[in-house]
C-alpha cells in the first residue's frame, strides 16, 4: 500500500462529544498492489521402498545419467550443474518407479483412563449424586456417606495403584534407554520443569536452605562446581603427561607443515561407503535417502566416483560450496547472513583465503561454536565447555531421580547418568580432529582426563548418598564400579571385568 494523495482532513465537532479529543477523518488517495501467493513448502512422504522395482529404478538411474555434459568440465560451475543432474535425476527415476502420495494427518487421540478407573470413578460420583439427594446427612454411620467414603476410597487406591505401575514402567524404560532416546530425554526434563506436589520445593544442606527458583539453582550451581574443581595429587603421573603432551603437539605440527596430497577416489570404495549407509532413515531437503543410493546402481557409482574427483581436482572446494549455498538460498527462498558467517584457518601453512559470499567477504576467526563445540585453530576441544553442559544436563535430571528424590533406586539414578550425562560431557573431545580432516583424531590431554574423571567420580558419589537407609548394596556396587572405568576419552566404556 502507497499513499499517493491527500485530499481533505476534517475536524468533527459533536455536541454530544464530552471529551476533550476531537474526532478526525481523512480522505486519501492509495495504491494497492497486489502481492504475489508465496511458494508452499514442498513436504516429501516417507517412502516405503519395498514396494519399488529395484531393477526398474537402477535401469531409469542409468537414463537419467548418461548425459556427461557437465560432468566432463572440471570447473566449479561444471561440478554446480553436474550436481543439479544428480540431484533432479535421482528423484525422476523414482518417481516413475513409485508414484508418491500426499501424506494425511490424523489427529491424535486423547489418552482415556483405564476400564477399572473409570468404573470407580462412575459409581463415586453416583455414590456422591445419592448423598447430596439425602441431604448430605454429616453422620459417619449413614448409609449414603459410608458408600460416598467407600467409593472414593476405591478410586484413590486404584489411582495409587496406576500411578506406582506407570512408575515402574518409567524405570524399566529408563534401564533399556540408549545415548540416542532423545525422546525420553527432553519427557524427563518437561517432567522436572511441571510444577506438581510431588517434588520439593525447599532445598537444604549443611550450612544453607533455598526455598525460592533462584536461591535453589544458586545453590546447586555451587554444589556441581565444587565437584568440577581439581586438585593436585601427588598419585598423578606427570611424566606420562608431559608425554601425551608432547605427542599431540608433534601430530599438530606434521599436519600442519606437511603437504597432504589427496589421492583420487576409486569406484570400489565408493560402492564399499554406500553398502555401509544405515536404511530407513529420513531424507534430506531434497527428499534423498540413503536408498537412494544403495539402489542406485554401477551408472551411478562411477558418476560419483567422477564428480569426488572433479572436486578434488578443482581444489576450488570452499568458493564451490559457497556458490552452492548461494544457489541453494535463491530457489528455496530463505536469507542467510553472510557477516554471521565465519571461517576457522586450521592449515596455517597455506595461503590467505579470500572468501566471498553474497559479494561479502568472511571474516577469520580462531576459535568458531559449530554443532554445540567450540572450535579452535590449535584443534583442541574445550573441556571445561562440555563439563559445564554435563553439569546443565544434571540439573534437568534432577527430578526424574538422578539425585535420589523419593527414594529411587541408586541403579536407575547410575543409569541415567551414564545414558544422558555422560555422551553429552563426551561429544566432540574424542572426534574434534577427526571433524577438521586431521589424522585419525587427537587423543585428550592428560590434564583435561583428569577434570572429566574427578567431575564424573564426585557426581556418582553423591547419587547413593540420599539413598544408603534403603539401598546400601546397590550404592556401593555403582562407586565400586566407576571404580573399574578407565579413562573419560573413551566414553566411560572400558571396564576391568
Known amino acids: 500500500m502507497r499513499l499517493k494523495e491527500l485530499i481533505q482532513v476534517k475536524i468533527l465537532r459533536e455536541g454530544h462529544n464530552t471529551s476533550d479529543h476531537y474526532p478526525v477523518s481523512a480522505d486519501l488517495c492509495i495504491e494497492l498492489s497486489t502481492s504475489q501467493k508465496q511458494q508452499k513448502e514442498v ?9 519399488v522395482n529395484k531393477d526398474n529404478y537402477a535401469l531409469k538411474v542409468q537414463e537419467v545419467l548418461k548425459d556427461r555434459k557437465y560432468l566432463n568440465i572440471r570447473t ?28 494425511k494427518f490424523n489427529r491424535r487421540k486423547k489418552i482415556s483412563w483405564s476400564p477399572k478407573l473409570a468404573n470407580a470413578v462412575s459409581k463415586s460420583k453416583k455414590a456422591f449424586f445419592l448423598w447430596k439427594k439425602a441431604g448430605s446427612p454429616p453422620s459417619k454411620d449413614n448409609i449414603y456417606t459410608i458408600h460416598r467414603l467407600d467409593s472414593k476410597r476405591l478410586v484413590r487406591s486404584i489411582q495409587r495403584q496406576q500411578s506406582a505401575d506407570k512408575r515402574n514402567q518409567l524405570h524399566e524404560e529408563i534401564m533399556k534407554a540408549s545415548d540416542r532416546d532423545n525422546e525420553l530425554f527432553f519427557r524427563l526434563i518437561k517432567t522436572q520443569r511441571s510444577s506438581s506436589s510431588q517434588f520439593t520445593h525447599t532445598l537444604q544442606t549443611p550450612d544453607k536452605e533455598a526455598s525460592t527458583p533462584d536461591d535453589i539453582n544458586e545453590l546447586f550451581k555451587e554444589h556441581f562446581a565444587n565437584l568440577a574443581k ?11 603427561d608431559n608425554l601425551v ?43 534423498l535417502t540413503s536408498e537412494h543410493l544403495i539402489y542406485g546402481g554401477i551408472a551411478l557409482i562411477d558418476y560419483l566416483t567422477t564428480l569426488i574427483n572433479n572436486i ?30 565465519e571461517i576457522l584457518l586450521i592449515n596455517k601453512k597455506s595461503k590467505e583465503f579470500n572468501l566471498e559470499l553474497f559479494n561479502e567477504k568472511i571474516s577469520e576467526k580462531q576459535t568458531i561454536k559449530h ?6 585453530d590449535r584443534n583442541s576441544p574445550n573441556v571445561v565447555n562440555r563439563i559445564s553442559t554435563a553439569r546443565a ?3 534437568s535430571l534432577m527430578g526424574a531421580g538422578l539425585h535420589g528424590i523419593n527414594g529411587v533406586n541408586p541403579l536407575i539414578s547410575y543409569k541415567l547418568w551414564r545414558t544422558f550425562v555422560i555422551p553429552r560431557m563426551l561429544y566432540g573431545c574424542n572426534s ?37 537407609k534403603k539401598h546400601p548394596i546397590q550404592g556401593n556396587f555403582i562407586v565400586f564400579e566407576f571404580e573399574c572405568i578407565i579413562g573419560a576419552k573413551n566414553g566411560c566404556n572400558k571396564k576391568l571385568t
Open 432 to 468: 574434534s580432529s577427526r571433524l577438521f580432516g586431521i589424522g585419525k583424531g587427537l587423543p585428550l590431554k592428560k590434564l583435561n582426563q583428569q577434570d572429566q574423571v574427578f567431575m564424573n567420580k564426585a557426581s556418582l558419589k553423591q547419587i547413593p548418598s540420599k539413598q544408603e
Open 371 to 376: 554443532l554445540g563445540i567450540e572450535r579452535q
Open 230 to 240: 581439581t586438585k593436585d595429587n601427588p598419585f598423578f603421573d606427570k611424566e606420562h
Open 393 to 395: 544436563t544434571m540439573y
Open 245 to 287: 603432551k608432547l605427542d599431540a603437539e608433534t601430530i599438530v605440527n606434521l599436519c600442519e607443515n606437511d603437504d597432504i596430497t589427496v589421492q583420487p577416489v576409486t569406484s570400489s570404495e565408493i560402492s564399499k561407503l554406500i553398502s555401509q549407509l544405515k536404511k530407513r532413515k529420513s531424507g534430506d531437503v531434497d527428499g
Open 43 to 51: 513436504v516429501h512422504a516417507k517412502i516405503n521402498w519395498e514396494k
Open 312 to 341: 578434488f581436482y578443482t581444489k576450488h572446494d570452499a568458493s564451490t560450496q559457497l556458490r552452492i549455498i548461494e544457489s541453494c538460498t535463491k530457489n528455496d527462498r530463505v536469507k542467510i547472513n553472510s557477516k554471521k558467517t
Open 76 to 103: 566449479p560451475y561444471g561440478i554446480d550443474q553436474a550436481t543439479n543432474q544428480l540431484l533432479t535425476g535421482l528423484n525422476n527415476a523414482l518417481d516413475t518407479c513409485y508414484p508418491r502420495r500426499k501424506s
